[in-house]
């Protein structure tokens, strides 16, 4: 991946309405990575060349041409 980092929002939830205008995100299921048994909640995907969401076609674009 070339970019940025996701924020890293794995947990299921569901919401509920408590009242006209308001909200409430009641959590329905915990994500557990099959290969290393851990949550990403607030880790996300880390991307292997890290760069500005605005550069990442051209940084990509370099890499493919470089290789």
């Known amino acids: 991946m070339i970019g940025e980092g996701t924020p890293g929002a794995a947990d299921h939830v569901t919401p509920v309405g408590l009242a006209p205008h308001v909200r409430?995100?009641?959590?329905?299921?915990?994500?557990?990575?099959?290969?290393?048994?851990?949550?990403?909640?607030?880790?996300?995907v880390r991307?292997?060349?890290?760069?500005?969401?605005?550069?990442?076609?051209?940084?990509?674009?370099?890499l493919l041409r470089e290789s």
């Open 24 to 44: 409430a995100n009641l959590p329905r299921a915990y994500v557990v990575d099959a290969v290393t048994g851990t949550n990403w909640e607030r880790r996300g």
């Open 47 to 62: 991307p292997a060349v890290p760069c500005a969401e605005a550069e990442a076609l051209d940084r990509a674009l370099d």
